[in-house]
Structure formats: structure tokens, C-alpha cells
Nanobody
Framework: QVQLVESGGGSVQAGGSLRLSCVVS????????MGWFRQAPGKEREVVAR???????DYADSVKGRFTISRDNVKNTVYLQMSSLKPEDTAMYYC????????????????WGQGTQVTVSS
């Protein structure tokens, strides 16, 4: 059973930065497609960023150039570095895994973390 535990959320002012972490157990991040999703109040959950089995990554247009997804195979952890944060980035952020079969631009992960709240004030 794959388990995902997020941390790193918090409250920041616009223009600030945060780094979210997702510690993975039950699977290896080096062989699992991972992603970060977010859901704001009253809105549908949306993809933020995904990282695939190679170095490939993709991002939502709204975060390109500001957010970076990465993984540490030794720590079995996936990160989301968020910079130049905007109030519209305020949401609950979820780590997700597409395992065992990875598909390009996946939108239906098999596993989810519990979420970590990010609040950006203007």
C-alpha cells in the first residue's frame, strides 16, 4: 500500500516562497509517476505539476516559471518548490501517485496524501 505524507504548507505574503514535501512509503519515487494537485474552496481539484519516470515534468500554465517539482530518490520524497506566490495559489495541496502504471499527463492518480494548506495573502 502506497502512503503519501505532505508537509510544508503555511501562510505567506504574496511574492513569498514555500517548499512542500511529500514523503512516500510503499513505493519508490524513482519508479513512480508523482504529482501535486490543489483544490481551492468552491473549485474543482486541478493539476499543478507532475514528474515522470525520466526527467520529464509538466506544469499547469498558471504556475509555469514559478513552481518546480522534483524528487529525491534517496529520501524517497517529492518536492514542490513554489516561488512568487500569488493569492490565487491559495488552496489545499495534495501529493498524488500514479502507480503502478504511469500515463502521460495523468489526471486520475491511484493514491493521495491528506493535503497541506497553502494560504497566500496580498
Amino acid at each position: 500500500q502506497v502512503q503519501l505524507v505532505e508537509s510544508g504548507g503555511g501562510s505567506v505574503q504574496a511574492g513569498g516562497s514555500l517548499r512542500l514535501s511529500c514523503v512516500v512509503s510503499g513505493s519508490s519515487v524513482s519508479t513512480t509517476c508523482m504529482g501535486w494537485f490543489r483544490q481551492a474552496p468552491g473549485k474543482e481539484r486541478e493539476v499543478v505539476a507532475r514528474i515522470y519516470l525520466g526527467p520529464e515534468t509538466d506544469y499547469a500554465d498558471s504556475v509555469k516559471g514559478r513552481f518546480t517539482i522534483s524528487r529525491d530518490n534517496v529520501k524517497n520524497t517529492v518536492y514542490l518548490q513554489m516561488s512568487s506566490l500569488k493569492p490565487e495559489d491559495t488552496a489545499m495541496y495534495y501529493c498524488a501517485a500514479k502507480d503502478p502504471i504511469c500515463t502521460w499527463r495523468f489526471t486520475q492518480p491511484n493514491y493521495w496524501g491528506q493535503g497541506t494548506q497553502v494560504t497566500v495573502s496580498s
